[in-house]
Structure formats: C-alpha cells, structure tokens
C-alpha cells in the first residue's frame, strides 16, 4: 500500500525549533522529487520546500528560506523539514507529498502522486 504519513507537529512557543518527517510506504523517497506544504484554514495551500530527485538540490519559500531544512532519509525512506526560529506565521498544517514532476511546487494536491494526511503545527506563546 502506497502511503505518507507525517508526524512530529505541535504546540511551541515562537523561535522553537521542530522536525517534521513524513514516512513514504509502497515506493522510494530516492525516486521522486518532493515537497512539503502547509495549509491555514481559510486559506489555500503555501508551497514551503521542495527537494529535487538527487537528494541535494531544495528550493524555498522566501518566508522560511534560512529557517527550514528540507532533506530525506534513505534508510529511514522518510522526508524531513527541520524548522528553526519557529513564528506564529509559520502555523499551519504541513503536508508532504511526491510528484512526477521535475520539481514539485505545485499548491494543488491533485497534482501530486502521493500525498499525506498532515500534520498540525502551532506556534503560539
């Protein structure tokens, strides 16, 4: 069964830090260019970090470009967003997903081979 679950949200206070890891079932992270999103109620969904197929180009939004580490673990078959100086702005629910794309930043779920469930992070003092 092909599936992504994330994990790792929470509640912290403003300039925490978090990691969030999104755990790949049924296929290879090394296979696929990946990404991960975050959606505020109300609101679409933000296109936060991309990593390419090779494993070592990403690409950032510029609001958390310095902030958030995006990388992948091959023997864990896992992505992971490594998130410092946290800030309320920053809440939402994260998403990760995977595209046949040549990078994935596409903001529609649809778009995506494989998609996860999210996971909640609030930043809040």
């Known amino acids: 069964q092909v599936q992504l679950v994330e994990s790792g949200g929470g509640l912290v206070q403003p300039g925490a830090s978090l990691k969030l890891s999104c755990a790949a079932s049924?296929?290879?992270?090394?296979?696929?260019?990946m990404t991960w999103l975050r959606q505020v109620p109300d609101r679409g969904y933000e296109w936060v970090a991309a990593?390419?197929?090779?494993?070592?180009?990403?690409d950032y939004a510029d609001s958390v470009k310095g902030r958030f580490t995006v990388s992948r673990d091959s023997a864990e078959n896992t992505l992971n967003l490594l998130m410092h100086n946290l800030k309320p702005e920053d809440t939402a629910e994260y998403f990760c997903?995977?595209?046949?794309?040549?990078?994935?930043?596409?903001?529609?779920?649809?778009?995506?081979?494989?998609w996860g469930q999210g996971t909640q992070v609030t930043v809040s003092s």
């Open positions: 049924g296929f290879a992270v090394n296979d696929y260019p």
């Open positions: 990593l390419y197929r090779n494993g070592l180009d990403t």
């Open positions: 997903g995977a595209c046949s794309a040549y990078v994935c930043r596409d903001t529609r779920p649809s778009r995506y081979d494989y």
